[in-house]
C-alpha cells in the first residue's frame, strides 16, 4: 500500500525571516530566530534550500512516504515552495498560503496554478477575518473552479508556536472559523474540492455536517488531534474516525500528519496510531484514505 502525507508544511527559511521581520521584538532577524529556536527546542532550517529539502526527501524515504501536499506558510514562502517542488523531482505538490482580501490574489493564484505547479490554496478565515462565502472571496474561487484545484481551509482552533515567540499578536477571530462557513461556496462552486483539516480543529460537528451537505468537502486527520479535549462530550480518536467514515466515506478523507520542523522531522507516529484504527475500524478504506484519495485530488 502507498502512503501519501496530504499535509505538511515546508517550513523553509523564508517562512521564519518572514514572520520574525514582522517582530518588534529586540535584535535583527537572525537574533529573534536563535531565540525561537531555543525556546521552541526546534532546528532552524538551512539557508541552503536544497539541503533544506534533501532533508525532508530523507524522512520520505525512511518512513516510505512516496508524496506530501506541502504548503507555503506564509505568501512570502511561495517562491521557495514553489522550487522546493522542482528540487524534491516529483515527491511533493505545493500549497500557496492567500489571503483573498488581499490586492491581486486571484491573478497571482491563477499564475501559480498553471505555471509553477501549485494544486491548490492554504486559506486562514479566521486569521484574516473574512467568510469564505462572502463575495470578496468570489474572485479567488472563480479561479480553482476554472483550474479544478483544491481550497485547504483552516477551520476552527488556530494557534501558530512561532507566532506566539515572536510575540506577534494573536488575530484569530473564531467568528470565522466554522466549517458551516464552507457549504454555501461549496455549493458555489462544485469543482472546488474543500479540505477541512484537522476534523475541524474543535468544530467536528460542523465539519461533519459540512460533509453531509457537499460531497465536494473533504476532511483531513492532521495533527496530534489535542482539540478532542475541547468536546463537550468525552471523544477517543477512535470514535471520531468512526464518525468521520459514517458521514463521509472513505473516499473523503486523506491522511496528513502536519509535520514541520526537526528534529521532530515526519511524524511517524501519527501514522502508526491512524493506520491502527483505520485496520480496526475499516481495513478495507485503509488504502483509500492513505494512499488513493490524495493521488486522485493532487492528478491534474
Not at 82 to 91: M, P, S, T
Not at 137 to 161: F, M, N, P, S, T
Not at 210 to 221: R, Y
Not at 254 to 271: K, Q, V
Amino acid at each position: 500500500m502507498g502512503l501519501v502525507d496530504f499535509h505538511l508544511h515546508l517550513f523553509s527559511r523564508a517562512y521564519f525571516e518572514a514572520l520574525a521581520a514582522q517582530s518588534t521584538q529586540p535584535g535583527g532577524i537572525d537574533e529573534r530566530l536563535a531565540r525561537v529556536a531555543e525556546r521552541a527546542r526546534i532546528e532552524l532550517p538551512s539557508q541552503d534550500l536544497g539541503a533544506h529539502v534533501a532533508r525532508w526527501i530523507a524522512e520520505f524515504d525512511r518512513h516510505g512516504v512516496e508524496h506530501a501536499a506541502v504548503f507555503a506558510s506564509a505568501p512570502e514562502e511561495a517562491n521557495a515552495v514553489a522550487d522546493a517542488a522542482v528540487l524534491a523531482k516529483g515527491r511533493i505538490t505545493p500549497f500557496a498560503l492567500v489571503n483573498p482580501r488581499s490586492e491581486g490574489a486571484a491573478t497571482r493564484v491563477r499564475a501559480l496554478l498553471a505555471n509553477k505547479g501549485f494544486r491548490g490554496v492554504l486559506l486562514f478565515p479566521a486569521l484574516h477575518h473574512y467568510d469564505i462565502s462572502a463575495p470578496e472571496c468570489r474572485e479567488l474561487l472563480a479561479v480553482l473552479e476554472e483550474q479544478r484545484a483544491i481550497a485547504y481551509v483552516h477551520c476552527g482552533i488556530l494557534i501558530v508556536k512561532v507566532r506566539d515567540l515572536l510575540e506577534l499578536p494573536r488575530a484569530t477571530d473564531l467568528r470565522f472559523a466554522s466549517p458551516l462557513n464552507l457549504i454555501p461556496a461549496a455549493n458555489a462552486f462544485p469543482n472546488v474540492r474543500f479540505v477541512v483539516p484537522h476534523f475541524g480543529a474543535g468544530y467536528f460537528r460542523e465539519t461533519l455536517i459540512a460533509g453531509a451537505q457537499c460531497p465536494n468537502v473533504f476532511v483531513d486527520t492532521s495533527s496530534t488531534n489535542s482539540w478532542i479535549a475541547t468536546q463537550p462530550v468525552k471523544l477517543t480518536l477512535r470514535d471520531v474516525f468512526e464518525r468521520t467514515l459514517s458521514v463521509f466515506g472513505p473516499e473523503r478523507i486523506l491522511f496528513g500528519t502536519d509535520s514541520n520542523t526537526f528534529p521532530s522531522g515526519w511524524r511517524a507516529e501519527r501514522l502508526i496510531e491512524q493506520r491502527a484504527i483505520v485496520e480496526l475500524l475499516a481495513a478495507p478504506a485503509a488504502e483509500a484514505i492513505f494512499c488513493s484519495n490524495a493521488r486522485r485530488l493532487l492528478a491534474r
